[in-house]
């Protein structure tokens, strides 16, 4: 177990390392000048020039790496230049509409999923579920911004059902919050339960052959008991996977879901941050998410350790 | 062990003969027509434009018609025939994502190739792709097509940059398992050198299973290209893509719908044609692939008493 930790531990260091030093690299490369680009077109170029200077931008590119590595290690992140205001503050603001997307979802497609598929294997030739099957494929392939619109053209505009933009804290508000969060979760547990099925299904197939099933049943499991107390557990482990390497897809979801629906999340920071070019705002954000991303890991791998005896044994 | 539970059952490089093609298409009766039918997609495109009016023809007095004789899917904010900006947008659209397919699929199985054969590198090579796979890819292609100015090639690069791990994971997994058969030691052991025994005997075994990833790649690169032409970072508006013509249409969603509709439906229909192609692919060549009807075969296979 704690070999697993220091495992983690390591890996995020190097993702953090390897992703940070991309994005700072990558970023640099934008044209246009933060500098020019506060204080607008007409400002003086002496004045562009002593602002440069205090953002750290006149020095030698290596120099401001170092520089900016440094204030990172020392938690650091830098200053958002349009928001005049700590990053990391600055992304706290933001979490929550990401994170009640992500976590929401991602729950509903899970039961969704594992309820779906076990319906499909108790009783294979159901035509509903052979219908489910082609509707999962289907699900994959609908790009994601287009159901958005879909989805506000329907129940917004025509039948007025649910708002298609107005996010509300769901903890403070939650009777203005729950109604408009029912479109932009429903396109995400839309992509995301199709795939979860395609998974699970799979890996389901995998058990169903195997000899301890027959010695379940052979035993006087019912076949119901079979499914939930054999079958599913093992089918389980490689969905549980794909939660995790499935996360950095989510959060790409959620930033266009963010820009079209309007919620005021991370996504909606990072687009505004790349167009206003806010350097370390763009840096903190993207770092951000690959530290969400090596810890949903974590909680992947800590949740193996639940599931499967053996795991918890070694 | 899932590796070397694939290898045992999958095929070892078997002679392509005619009789075996003919029996492999008469068992997926699915892949031929899904593949009938996106050949037929991808020869309209090609060819249809030569007989539509003009993509760039603006018609002020007939905007935002519904759809029509004239028009069978109506016309845009400019008057400007939507069918003829879909058919020519899908020469821009099909053409990129194919072009980023080649070049993902080429640089992933090198990478994946190498990776899976040669153990130093494979520490490196996969730490390296676990960061880039720890990304969420439309932040990385933002970035990429803002830094670069948004133009085909830069979004060429994003996204190859994108989807590289994915295939490269894929293909070291299954070199990984022909690395460790006794042919690999044999020819070892005869003196050849390692890079012959990659491109002889490693590299034809995992073939079947990168043209597989290609087609689920290809479907893969035609929603990110849609995402990103969508938020403006593909391929600029005057010429036609079905990302942006949807992003073009939004402003029109309640007055003339079918500027978002007809696009879109046409993603889905291609990503949904590449999915089941890849996937009834998958089945002839990865014998890990099962389908619902095998489920119905394994469950009437459970004993009677039960």
């Not at chain 1, 170029?45 to 020392?74: F, I, K």
């Not at chain 1, 489910?132 to 059902?161: E, K, N, Q």
């Not at chain 2, 694939?6 to 068992?27: I, L, N, Y």
């Not at chain 2, 073009?248 to 696009?263: C, F, H, K, M, N």
Request: proline letters at 6%.
């Amino acid at each position: 177990m704690t070999g697993l930790l220091l495992r983690r531990l390591r890996d995020l260091v190097i993702i953090l390392v390897i992703v940070g030093t991309m994005m700072f690299f990558v970023i640099r490369l934008i044209p246009g000048d933060p500098a020019q680009a506060i204080l607008g077109p007409t400002a003086r170029p002496s004045d562009v020039d002593a602002l440069r200077e205090s953002m750290g931008l006149n020095g030698p590119l290596w120099e401001q790496y170092l520089t900016w590595a440094g204030n990172v290690l020392h938690g650091d992140f830098g200053t958002s230049i349009t928001y005049h205001a700590p990053v990391l503050g600055v992304v706290a603001d933001h979490i929550l509409p990401t994170l009640t997307l992500a976590v929401l979802s991602t729950v509903i497609s899970f039961f969704l999923s594992v309820a779906i598929t076990s319906w499909q294997a108790v009783s294979p030739r159901n035509p509903v579920a052979r219908a489910l099957d082609r509707l999962s494929a289907l699900g994959m392939a609908m790009p994601d911004f287009w159901i958005s619109l879909m989805l506000v053209l329907v129940f917004s505009v025509t039948l007025r059902w649910f708002p298609s933009s107005g996010y509300e804290n769901l903890f403070t508000d939650p009777a203005t919050a729950v109604p408009a969060l029912v479109l932009p979760l429903t396109v995400l547990v839309i992509g995301q339960t199709a795939l979860f099925v395609l998974t699970l299904r799979e890996s389901l197939l995998g058990e169903l052959p195997l000899a301890y099933l027959r010695t379940a049943r052979v035993k006087g499991l019912s076949e119901r008991q079979v499914m939930t107390k054999h079958v599913l557990p093992n089918a389980l482990m490689p969905l549980i996977t794909q939660l995790g390497s499935n996360f950095a897809m989510l959060v790409g979801g959620i930033v266009i879901i963010e820009s079209i629906f309007v919620v005021p999340g991370l996504g909606h920071l990072l687009m505004g941050a790349v167009s206003t070019r806010d350097f370390p705002l763009i840096q903190g954000v993207t770092l951000f998410v690959a530290v969400l991303f090596v810890l949903v890991n974590l909680l992947v791998d800590l949740s193996y350790a639940l599931l499967d005896p053996k795991v918890r044994v070694s | 062990m899932s590796v070397a539970l694939a290898e045992k059952t999958s095929p070892v490089r078997e002679k392509p003969s005619s009789g075996r093609a003919a029996r492999v298409f008469r068992r997926n009766r699915m892949l031929v027509i899904t593949s009938a039918v996106l050949a037929v997609i991808v020869l309209a495109v090609i060819v249809l434009p030569f007989f539509l009016p003009s993509v760039s023809a603006t018609d002020p007095v007939n905007r935002l018609l519904p759809p029509s004789a004239a028009h069978p899917l109506g016309t845009d904010s400019f008057g400007r025939d939507v069918l003829a900006r879909l058919v020519s947008g899908g020469r821009a659209s099909l053409g990129l994502s194919a072009l980023i397919t080649l070049c993902a699929a080429f640089t992933g199985l090198v990478i994946g190739l190498i990776s899976g054969f040669f153990r130093a590198a494979d520490a490196v090579l996969m730490r390296v792709m676990d960061a880039w796979m720890s990304f969420p890819a439309i932040i990385l292609a933002m970035a990429l097509a803002i830094s670069l100015g948004a133009s085909i090639w830069t979004e060429l690069i994003a996204l190859t940059v994108i989807f590289t791990p994915f295939t490269a994971r894929v293909i070291r997994s299954r070199v990984l398992g022909i690395a460790g058969r006794a042919y690999i030691g044999a020819a070892r052991v005869s003196g050849m050198s390692r890079w012959k025994i990659l491109v002889v005997h490693v590299f034809p075994n995992v073939l079947p299973l990168a043209l597989v990833q290609v087609v689920i790649l290809s479907a893969a690169a035609m929603l990110v290209d849609g995402a990103m032409s969508f938020l403006g970072l593909g391929i600029a508006p005057p010429t036609p893509t079905w990302g942006n013509m949807i992003a073009e249409g939004r402003s029109y969603l309640v007055q003339a719908p079918w500027l978002v509709i007809a696009p879109g439906v046409t993603i889905m229909v291609c990503v949904f044609l590449l999915n089941l192609i890849g996937s009834s692919l998958r089945i002839a060549v990865d014998a890990r692939a099962r389908t619902l009807s095998e489920m119905q075969r394994l469950r009437t296979r459970r004993p009677s008493g039960s």
